[in-house]
Every structure is written in C-alpha cells, then in structure tokens.
C-alpha cells in the first residue's frame, strides 16, 4: 500500500470514531427522551434501570447503525478534509502531481468496507433488533411480551397449495392450538383437510395430535373420515416462523424473510408494497453512504477561504434534505403511490448526480472529458481525410 493511500486512510478513521460515537449518543438521547416515561413507571430502582437502559440500547446497536452511519460517514470526511485543507496538505498532494481521482481513492475504499458492513447489518441483524426493541418495551410497560403468540391466524401457501388457519400459534415454542390444513389440487379443488386440537414443530415436520382427517374425491364429495390420536406430517415442513410472516411489519423482517413472504403472499397490491419497498430500501440503503460522500468530498477540497463552520452547516442541511426527501419517497412507495424501486432509488440517483456533478465541476473532469472528446474528434476527422486521399 503505498504511503499517501495508508496516510490518508488513517487520518480517516478517527474523526469516523468520534463522528459515529457522536452520532450514536445524539440518538441514544433522542430516543431515550420518547421511551423515559415507559422506563420510569415501573417505579424501578437507580441501579437496576441504569442496567435495563443499558441493555436496552446495548441490543438495538444494529438498527442505531442503520440511522447513523451516512451522517458519520458524511461529517468525517468533511472533518479531514478540512483539516488536510487547513494544513495546506491537499495543496501538497496536487503540487506533487496527484489527481483527484488518486486523492480520493482512499475514502471511496473507507466507504466501500462500511457499505458492505451496512449491508449485512440491514440483511438480518437491523431486523432482529426491531423485534428484540418490541418485546423489551412491552416487558418495560409490565406487559406480557406475547409477540410470539398469534391468534386467529390464516396463511395461504401458494407453493404447496396449502391453506392453514390457526386459532393460536406460538412461534418461539413451535406449538399450535386447534389448527385446519386444507390441501387443495391445481385447480383449488379441496383433496384432503386436517382438523388437530394441537400441533408441534418438531424441527423438520408438522406432528398433529387430536386429529381428523377428511378425503375428498374429485366430485367434492367425502370419501373417507379418519380419526388419530396422533400424526404425523412428514410432507408438511412450513416451519412457523415462515407462517408468522404474514402478520409482521417488514421492518421486523430480514432480507430472506421478505423475499419469501413477497413469493408466497396472497395480500393485495396495496399490503405488498410495503414489502416490496422495504426490500428494495434493504439491498440499495448502502450507496447512500458514497453519495453523502461526494457531497463532503467536494466541499471539504475547495480552497477558498470559507469558515470550516460554513461546511459543517452546508453538510447539515445536505444531509437533512437528503433524509426528509428519502422518506417521503419511500412512503410514496409503501403505500403504492410510487413503484417501490423508484421510491427507493429516487433521492439515490438525484443525490448521487448532484454531488457527482459538483465535484467534477471543482475538479475540472468536465473540461477534461470534452478535451478529450476534441481529440478523438480530430482523430477521427484526420482518419476521413486520409480515407479520401487514398
């Protein structure tokens, strides 16, 4: 690695620490003053509530990365590159013979790694922290956290034309109460219904007990009823988490979760796009880290004489566009105003522009590019004329 490239990445990861532990203590507080009331009703003491809070916000880690890496992200990079500016060792760089492009390498790359950490942190974890935020809130407010336990639930099975219907499912225990599956054939005529006062997961398959099993034949008429004290279902593998699919908000869902659940859903339109777009906020979420950093990149290199105030308040109100912006966008999306990959990818692609346009202004990469373009017109005009002199 050569030395400008490690110089420059190392510069880079402290103010990153210091913007992301600031950031992260701003939402701490935020959030802290909506939920204060719910902790403090219990009438809990001084120590336990300090242990309580702190495993709070310890678990919902995941999702606090979500909402402030791209603030980090964007007031880091401006932080060094103001500091680099101040330092007259920008002017160094260039003096020296560095491009832009060269320059920079170092914080695309910074940006890459936390994009791909972002990514897998909304891909499952950020989820499992919404659910485990759910449930310690209810335990918070002296409410039994039942959000493992469904009542009346159906669930239609488009794969395996299956329809069941719960009257209760536990998910976390695998058990279920007075459950009906329906087994329909490819015209959804109804083959076979199984009605069972219990059912458990034993982790490969469906085990009824209390059972009664009625055939149908092709007519619709009854074939055959029998009755068992227990069954089991070796065909039937929908575990129960993918049956509570239905009944979950998609921020509560991972990547896969969704996916399935988009496949297999029978829900309107108008429900499906709240999955549709959270799934597509999940895969392009990421890139908004390079482009709130095109935005630091080309303030924090200008090399007029501007307070360093002046650009912490310019990347204050980039980003707060940027935010307000991308969830209008998103709700547009979520309750089917918008297609959901516009929804998601709008403020994306305007942001990304904008910064990209910008900083190739400041840089002169459009000059270049239309000298560029002069050459191999003349290039090519000088291949004409020689065409037609032979």
């Not at 600031?22 to 001084?46: H, S």
């Not at 989820?127 to 485990?132: D, G, M, W």
């Not at 869902?253 to 959270?278: D, F, G």
């Not at 482009?291 to 980039?318: C, E, K």
Request: aromatic content about 14%; overall charge neutral; some cysteine.
């Amino acid at each position: 690695m050569k030395i400008y490239f490690r110089y420059l990445f190392l510069r880079l990861l402290v103010p990153f620490a210091i913007c992301l532990s600031a950031c992260t203590l701003i939402w701490i507080m935020a959030d802290l003053y909506g939920n204060i009331d719910d902790f403090l009703e219990n009438k809990i003491k001084f120590g336990p509530l300090l242990i309580l809070i702190l495993r709070f916000y310890s678990l919902q880690i995941p999702s606090m990365l979500v909402q402030v890496l791209p603030a980090a992200m964007l007031f880091s990079t401006l932080w060094t590159l103001l500091s680099l500016n101040r330092r007259c060792e920008l002017v160094a760089f260039q003096s020296g013979g560095m491009a832009p492009i060269w320059l920079f390498s170092p914080f695309f790359l910074f940006a890459a790694i936390w994009m791909l950490i972002l990514a897998f942190d909304l891909n499952w974890p950020a989820a499992k922290a919404e659910v485990t935020r759910e449930r310690l809130l209810e335990q918070v407010k002296g409410e039994s956290a039942k959000n493992n336990v469904f009542v009346n639930l159906p669930y239609i099975d488009r794969v395996n034309r299956r329809i069941w219907f719960f009257e209760s499912l536990d998910v976390g225990r695998g058990t279920a109460k007075d459950v009906t599956i329906t087994q329909e054939d490819a015209q959804q005529n109804d083959m076979m219904i199984y009605g069972a006062h219990e059912a458990k997961w034993t982790g490969e398959f469906w085990r009824l007990s209390g059972v009664k099993k009625i055939v149908y034949g092709v007519n619709g008429d009854v074939q055959s009823q029998t009755i068992y004290e227990e069954l089991d279902l070796p065909d039937v593998t929908t575990p129960p988490q993918q049956l509570s699919l239905i009944v979950s908000q998609p921020e509560q869902l991972s990547v896969a979760q969704l996916s399935e659940y988009i496949r297999t859903s029978t829900s309107s339109q108008l429900n499906l796009a709240k999955y549709r777009t959270e799934w597509w906020y999940r895969m392009l979420y990421p890139f908004s880290l390079i482009v709130l950093m095109l935005f630091a990149l080309f303030h924090g290199t200008r090399t007029d004489r501007r307070s360093p105030v002046s650009g912490i308040v310019w990347a204050i109100l980039v980003l707060i566009a940027y935010i307000v912006l991308t969830y209008f966008f998103i709700t547009l999306g979520k309750y089917s105003r918008l297609p959901p990959l516009i929804s998601v990818i709008a403020m994306e692609v305007v942001f990304g522009l904008i910064g990209l346009h910008l900083l190739a202004l400041s840089n002169g990469w459009w000059w270049q590019l239309l000298e560029v373009g002069k050459r191999w017109q003349a290039q090519w005009a000088a291949g004409e004329d020689k065409t037609e002199e032979i």
